[in-house]
């Protein structure tokens, strides 16, 4: 079954401070993995794309790896800022259709 | 910067009634997508379109839902005999390349759907 599952659920943590959210997914056959960031109640907005040749991409203070043969993706926050409270969705593409398949999130909120 | 925009940002209808979402996709933009998000749950992929037809469709949009792209600009999905199960937040998204290769898809910001 082509599922995505996000870890933790929820996680509180200071500004300034460094977290990692991870993401794990059975999706088949894998093209592309992304995450977005979700505003409550907005759009979810693209932070990475990463194909199965790349394992690391930057965005600003947001960096995303991946491991294909493992099929781990991590999305690591540096210096958070109260900005950064949103939700964050793991997804991943599949090749042999235009589906894509989303996480359930992982909600950050940052506090002063 | 282009946007995803969609219109109405907030629907209330009552059950049974037809409903028809907004939406206007980046001008040069070829794919289009519906998704859309239970309170509390996962978004959930409805639809894609591309050369005005539909490419790929989930189960959730079974012969209640349709799309359309009626004019160079608006892409627009609706829902012939809403139920309760219907209320939700629906995304429309769009990218100039098919999104399975790694292309961005662009979210708007969502129509709120209550069914009363």
């Known amino acids: 079954k082509n599922q995505v599952e996000q870890s933790p659920q929820s996680l509180i943590i200071l500004e300034g401070k460094n977290c990692t959210l991870q993401?794990?997914?059975?999706?088949?056959?894998?093209?592309?993995l992304r995450w977005y960031k979700q505003d409550t109640g907005r759009g979810p907005v693209s932070l990475t794309i990463m194909t199965f040749s790349e394992n690391t991409k930057s965005n600003g203070r947001y960096t995303a790896t991946l491991d294909a043969d493992t099929k781990q993706s991590s999305l690591h926050i540096t210096a958070s800022q109260l900005s950064d409270s949103a939700s964050y969705i793991c997804v991943v593409g599949r090749s042999n259709d235009y589906k894509l398949s989303f996480g359930a999130g992982t909600t950050v909120t940052v506090r002063a | 910067e282009p946007e995803v925009t969609q219109t109405p940002s907030h629907q209330v209808t009552q059950m049974g009634q037809e409903v028809i979402l907004r939406c206007v996709p980046i001008?040069?933009?070829?794919?289009f997508y519906w998704y859309r998000q239970i309170l509390g749950q996962k978004v959930e992929f409805l639809v894609s379109?591309?050369?005005?037809?539909?490419?790929?469709k989930s189960e959730i949009f079974d012969d209640q839902f349709s799309v359309e792209r009626p004019d160079g600009s608006n892409f627009t999905l609706k829902i012939r005999s809403t139920k309760l199960e219907d209320s939700a937040m629906y995304f429309c998204a769009s990218s100039d390349l098919d999104s399975l290769w790694g292309t961005e898809a662009f979210f708007g910001q969502g129509t709120r759907l209550t069914v009363v």
């Open positions: 993401c794990n997914y059975t999706v088949s056959p894998f093209s592309n």
């Open positions: 001008s040069n933009h070829l794919y």
């Open positions: 379109f591309y050369n005005n037809e539909i490419s790929e």
